[in-house]
């Protein structure tokens, strides 16, 4: 039998997996062990399994399912596709775009927005909001990285469109209960105005794309073989990276930050320093902090038999701390990624793993690179000033209270 973590009759765990979904699958783990039965009452039962070996088996093996809702606000582009035909042809054009070369090349687009962020809005001396700081920096890199400085395309009504539309989201999916979308609130009318927005921008640019290594091109180029995206596919895929690629890369960067400025002693400059940050802050704090995927064939998990059918979540956060796998997994470390360490493959996926594992993982990467680089040349992080107090997991894992850190020359 598979340990059952239960809750009260009909509601089960549902009210705690809306609070604290996180305290929940760390509390399934500690009492239940690496692979629990979640009774969510009358929604039926919730498989997790914690341990490397079963996230391997359900990441390769599971089937990700309609994201219904996503799709519905914004478009069936490839982070919205359930595993299968459509999604492979998909996944299949997308990919040489972050190529590693192609990416190189995109490193001018995207030091622009850094450096005129840095220049004209942090000052030594004065607090930062390192949340609202790096999702303005992230939209602003990946509507550049989109669209280059292709003329008349209007990249500022991109970007605040891109701003509200990630917080839209994140309420439609995290705030229970919602208003219905159908209902004329102020919010649902920006939603439908601000997607159209994009979809104008896209068009536009579309039409007069330059010769920058832009995202855009990338799409555009897929055309040259035959086969590639129509013109309605394309806009969709767009929208998919301006969604899947901005706010994780963007708390990420909080959380590097943040870290980083409680933590002194790891202070540093290189490239290579920078990218050890952005691993440790996404091993302690995953943006995408659980995955789900469902069963169509049974699968043997630690001894035991998950049936066809079943709906299974792995916790990239649950893992990430997992004692049997991690030294002091609560603690900021850089040397694990700067030492060479042999922990097995599945112990971390802060990018998923599989046939779905993060296409943006090496832009994400690079632009983490790039922003850590540019910030420790310039300042040193003061501590923040309140301490953490917890996190909030919503489409993005976020701190809470939002860090604000003094600037200090470097
Ligand atoms: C730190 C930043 C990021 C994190 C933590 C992250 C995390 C993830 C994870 C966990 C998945 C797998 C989802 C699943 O298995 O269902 C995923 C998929 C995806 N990500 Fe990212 N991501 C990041 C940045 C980006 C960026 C920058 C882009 C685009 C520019 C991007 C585009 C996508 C897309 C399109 C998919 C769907 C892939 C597929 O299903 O084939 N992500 N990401």
Redesign the pocket.
């Known amino acids: 039998m598979i340990p059952r973590f239960t809750g009260p009759p009909l509601l089960g765990l549902n009210l705690r997996f809306l609070r604290d979904p996180l305290g929940m699958f760390e509390q399934a783990r500690r009492d239940h062990g690496d692979l629990v039965e979640l009774d969510l009452g009358v929604a039926g039962t919730l498989h997790a399994a914690f341990h490397p070996d079963g996230v391997r088996q359900v990441?390769q093996r599971g089937r990700?399912t309609h994201r219904g809702l996503l799709r519905e606000l914004l478009g069936k582009?490839?982070?919205t596709?359930p595993s299968g035909d459509d999604?492979m042809r998909r996944?299949r054009l997308?990919q040489p775009l972050f190529h590693p070369d192609r990416l190189a090349e995109a490193i001018p687009l995207l030091r622009r927005p850094i450096v005129e962020a840095l220049d004209t809005r942090w000052r030594a001396g004065s607090r930062v909001d390192l949340a609202a700081e790096m999702k303005r920096l992230t939209v602003a890199m990946?509507i550049d990285a989109t669209f280059g400085g292709a003329p008349g395309v209007d990249k500022a009504a991109a970007r605040e469109a891109l701003s509200f539309l990630l917080g839209y989201v994140d309420e439609q999916l995290f705030r229970f209960p919602t208003v219905p979308r159908s209902l004329p609130t102020r919010d649902n009318r920006r939603y439908r105005r601000d997607i159209a927005v994009l979809r104008r921008v896209i068009e536009d640019a579309m039409r007069r794309p330059g010769d920058e290594p832009t995202f855009l091109n990338g799409l555009l180029d897929t055309r040259a073989s035959g086969g590639g995206f129509t013109d309605e596919e394309l806009v969709d895929e767009v929208l998919?990276?301006f969604i899947?690629?901005t706010e994780?890369?963007g708390t990420?960067l909080t959380w590097a930050l943040h870290l980083l400025s409680q933590h002194p002693e790891q202070r540093g400059t290189s490239a290579e320093w920078a990218r050890a940050a952005v691993s440790e802050a996404?091993r302690l704090y995953?943006?995408?902090w659980a995955?789900r995927r469902v069963l169509d064939e049974p699968l043997e998990i630690g001894g035991h038999e998950v049936p066809a059918g079943a709906r299974v979540i792995v916790s990239?956060y649950v893992t990430h701390r997992h004692p049997d796998i991690w030294d002091h997994p609560g603690q900021f470390r850089l040397d694990r990624w700067l030492e060479p360490a042999n922990r097995p493959r599945f112990s971390y996926?802060?990018?998923?793993a599989g046939?779905?594992?993060?296409?943006?993982?090496a832009?994400?990467l690079l632009?983490g690179e790039l922003v850590l680089t540019e910030i420790a040349r310039r300042f040193q992080l003061g501590p923040p000033e309140r301490p953490l107090t917890g996190t909030k997991p919503a489409i993005a894992l976020t701190p809470v209270p939002a860090p604000q850190p003094l600037l200090l020359p470097a």
Do not use: D
């Open positions: 990441l990700r582009g490839l982070f596709t999604w996944r997308m990946m998919s990276i899947a690629g994780t890369t990420a996404v995953p943006p995408a995955l990239s996926f802060p990018f998923g046939a779905h594992q993060c296409v943006g993982n832009f994400a632009e």
